[in-house]
């Protein structure tokens, strides 16, 4: 299957119909009077299509096993044909359209199985995706795309030569499938001032977004949140929790993480960690929707 431990829980639905036409007026009374052999047409293929729902994974080899939270079949007549809508609801880190359909198709089956002694004419159609939402694909498209970043590795070692650098190339890497142009890619050491320094000068010269690595730990050289605190006009619990969230799901010891987030005039500053996954996760947890602070910030862009 599919890696998708990167992935966020969101809110996805998804709606699928299937439409079952029927040969004759007399399927469609009986179906309407309960005089099936088989019993009850609509409420026994509403209860296989919500087994279907839930088996889809069981069935479908690269299909994620889910929470199902929510699954609504309804049905409408418009002559021979009986059109079947199913929804289906989750929260979780992949979409749900193939449940749907699943769904939608057993509900299909088990009216032509019910149906079949009465009306040997029966036919399906039309089993599609009406529509779905959830994840980030729904968001990306609305945030701006003429953003500038600066990306600033906080690091002793790192800027005297001792080590590489790849928590912020990480964060580069993340910023340009943004479409976030990277203003200027800097190493500095574990120094308050000039940490401080470096945040006024990169809001001066008109950078959105401000995003230092390292520093964020708890050794008596890790100072970037005592630096960037005092200057910043306000903090953004959410995006920290979010950070964190994200990190500890992953790895128990993102918890002694202290990245912050705030504002600098227009200005987003993030402190991020300095480890490679902790700068490359913090940055998976957030963007892109976090761009989305620009249309408050900024406003919206009108080209």
């Known amino acids: 299957m599919v890696d998708i431990t990167h992935k966020t829980n969101t809110l996805r639905t998804a709606t699928a119909q299937a439409i079952v036409r029927v040969s004759s007026q007399k399927t469609i009374e009986a179906i309407q009077k309960g005089t099936v052999p088989k019993g009850d047409v609509f409420a026994m293929s509403k209860a296989a299509g919500l087994l279907g729902v839930k088996k889809t994974a069981d069935l479908l080899p690269d299909c994620h096993p889910l929470p199902i939270e929510y699954t609504g079949i309804d049905y409408d007549i418009n002559d021979l044909e009986i059109k079947i ?6 929260i979780y880190k992949t979409g749900v359209e193939v449940e749907a359909m699943h769904g939608a198709s057993i509900v299909a089956l088990n009216m032509y199985d019910m149906l079949k002694p009465i009306d040997k004419g029966i036919e399906i159609h039309q089993i599609k995706l009406l529509h779905k939402k959830g994840g980030k694909s729904d968001y990306r498209d609305k945030f701006r795309d003429d953003l500038k970043a600066a990306v600033i590795v906080c690091s002793d070692t790192i800027s005297a030569g001792q080590k590489e650098d790849k928590a912020g190339k990480a964060i580069i ?3 340009e499938t943004c479409s976030v142009e990277v203003l ?3 190493i500095i050491p574990d120094e308050a001032e000039i940490i401080q320094n470096k945040a006024k000068h990169y809001q001066e010269q008109g950078a959105d977004l401000i995003i230092y690595t390292g520093g964020t730990g708890l050794s008596k ?4 949140p005592e630096a960037l605190r005092p200057i910043i006009d306000r903090s953004i619990p959410g995006i920290e929790e979010a950070i964190r969230k994200y990190g500890q799901d992953r790895m128990p010891y993102a918890m002694l993480s202290r990245s912050i987030a705030g504002t600098l005039k227009n200005t987003l500053v993030l402190a991020l960690p300095g480890s490679t996954n902790g700068a490359k996760e913090s940055m998976d947890a957030i963007f892109p929707e976090v761009l989305h602070v620009f249309r408050i910030l900024k406003g919206a862009r009108h080209d």
Request: hydrophobic share 30%.
């Open 173 to 175: 890497e993340k910023l």
């Open 221 to 224: 050289r890790d100072v970037t």
């Open 184 to 186: 200027d890619y800097i």
């Open 85 to 90: 809508t199913i929804t289906v609801k989750t």
